[in-house]
């Protein structure tokens, strides 16, 4: 019941933290992973490259 | 046309009588929903009314889950044996062939389990009027679900983890198959019309039929390549 | 101006394009949320029946619309791929999943949120919120079926099919569960009922648009990383400034 008395006291904060805070977490967890993935695909192909011109 | 209609009549005595040979398959399916049905009251407690209530979920949620299982032997056995492949092969209409494999999944892990709902309707306390509506509507809906579930078996098959990925795939498709079936339970015990319901599962049975085995037949395809 | 659009459907040529594009979609991007944000909290006022809370929907209205426009697009890619044969438009489709299915849990996360002062509860089994769950599942499945086949090329046919019938399933999962709604609760509980100001609109659209192009952003750097391991076999990615160094 606690919560809901401060979520009427503060409802900007609860907005901003629950919702927004989250929604740009999940976008910037996402970028990460999209950038990590990125970064470990070109490894990957440059070794493969690395390998092929070894052999 | 009548040369497909002995194809159907053929594949649909095949697998019947394959399944015949393996009973075992058929009595654990029927097994299992009995015996989530009957763990229901013991999880929730038995008052009467509340589970009077439940009742045509409970049943059908668990006739939903006993038909997943099912669902992963429905091509497994001719895909490991290499009669998949003939029937790929083979020059008569792969969606006959298909809906013929439902229609005896169906009548292996569909029907008994409708045959099983009084009883365990009983054990519910529902009224006679409400165990025939349901009896119905999952007479109509069973069907469905093989035929959704189909889809799901062809996509899935041979994969590691398939059973898993096969409910995860199917159990959302099938959820206007729940609703409306649940729903026309509810109707009859409130004394509304339950007409729009059943003629509602029936548009979806007919759709199933029409659309299922040429998508299912496909699914094979590719899983096949 | 006749653009060559089958040129840019060949991942040589989209690779680089796609390349290209990623900044400019990014910056865009951040401008509009920076700008929906101040539209949003500081221009609009504040709603007189639901005071702070309402301004949740700026977030959850675009990214609700996204998750189901996404599906579309998803299903749309998956279906080309399927039909054409094309390998890019395959490779899009499942570069859009994860984005999609990411919308589809902001736009639940938020709805929770916005629901809990409007309605005193976390969760309601309104037809809406059930539908966009269901979604998510769908999306859910499209990418584990996808990643637990080894064959990309079977994956990429054997999802593209699933993502159809989901499309068609879509609409019927919508209108039963709205049905099963009204039957359970008598009176559903309406989203519309205050006519919304000019500001609020404004930023909700900006909102939207920042959304937009976040979502093209990220798929399109997605759709590179599959490209890349997908085609690392050819000799036009061997020759990658970016493989060389």
């Known amino acids: ?17 629950g919702s927004y805070a989250v929604a740009l977490l999940v976008f910037a967890i996402e970028v990460a992973m999209v950038v990590h993935k990125r970064k470990i695909t070109l490894q990957q192909v440059r070794l493969l490259i690395e390998a092929e011109e070894s052999a | 046309m009548k040369n497909l209609f002995g194809l159907l009549l053929l594949i649909v005595r095949r697998d019947l009588l394959l399944a015949m040979r393996r009973r075992a398959d058929v009595l654990t399916t029927l097994i299992f929903f009995v015996m989530v049905v009957s763990l229901f009251p013991l999880g929730v407690g038995p008052e009467t009314d509340m589970l009077r209530k439940m009742a045509p979920g409970v049943l059908w949620v668990a006739a939903l889950l006993a038909s997943m ?123 509304l019309s339950i007409s729009s319901h059943l003629s509602l599962l029936g548009a979806l049975l007919v759709l199933a039929v029409a659309f299922t085995p040429w998508v299912t037949a496909q699914a094979l395809r590719i899983s096949m390549e | ?46 709603d007189a029946t639901q005071g702070e809370f309402y301004r949740i929907i700026y977030i959850h209205v675009p990214s609700s619309i996204l998750s189901m426009f996404l599906y579309l697009v998803m299903a749309g890619y998956a279906a080309l791929g399927l039909i054409f044969n094309t390998r890019l438009s395959s490779m899009m489709a499942s570069a859009v999943a994860p984005t999609g299915a990411l919308f589809a849990f902001i736009a639940l996360w938020t709805g929770a949120l916005w629901g809990k002062p409007m309605w005193g509860a976390w969760w309601v089994w309104d037809a809406r919120l059930t539908s966009e769950l269901i979604l998510l599942f769908l999306y859910l499945g499209f990418i584990a079926l996808h990643a637990s ?13 699933l993502a159809i019938v989901g499309s068609v399933n879509v609409p019927i999962i919508y209108f039963s569960v709205k049905w099963w709604n009204t039957l359970h609760q008598g009176s559903t509980i309406k989203f519309t009922g205050t006519s919304m100001q000019v500001t609020m609109q404004q930023s909700m659209f900006t909102m939207l648009a920042a959304c937009w192009l976040y979502a093209i952003a990220i798929i399109l750097m997605r759709v590179r990383s599959i490209i890349l391991e997908r085609e690392r076999n050819t000799k036009w990615i061997t020759e990658l400034a970016e493989v060389k160094k």
């Open chain 1, 1 to 17: 019941m606690s919560l809901d008395i401060w979520m009427r006291e503060n409802p900007l904060t609860y907005v901003w933290v």
């Open chain 2, 69 to 191: 299982l099912s669902l992963g032997r429905l091509f497994s056995a001719d895909y490991l044996d290499g009669t998949l492949e003939q029937m790929l092969l083979a020059p008569q209409s792969l969606s006959v062939l298909v809906l013929g494999k439902m229609a005896s999944h169906w009548m292996v892990s569909g029907l008994p389990l409708v045959l099983m709902t009084p009883v365990l309707g009983l054990q519910f306390d529902m009224s006679v009027q409400a165990i025939g509506v349901l009896m119905l509507g999952l007479l109509l809906g069973t069907p469905i679900l093989s035929m959704i579930g189909a889809i799901g078996a062809a996509l899935t098959l041979g994969l590691r983890g398939g059973g898993v990925l096969l409910s995860l795939l199917v159990l959302p498709l099938c959820i206007p198959v729940l609703i409306f079936g649940t729903g026309a339970v509810q109707a009859v015990t409130s004394g």
């Open chain 3, 1 to 46: 101006m006749a653009i060559n659009w089958f040129k840019y459907s060949a991942p040589t040529t989209f690779y680089p394009l796609a390349g290209k594009l990623i900044p400019w979609f990014a910056a865009s991007s951040a401008i509009l949320f920076a700008a929906g944000l101040y539209l949003g909290f500081v221009v609009a006022p504040s």
């Open chain 3, 149 to 161: 086949i080894d064959d990309p090329r079977r994956a990429d046919r054997a999802a593209a099919l």
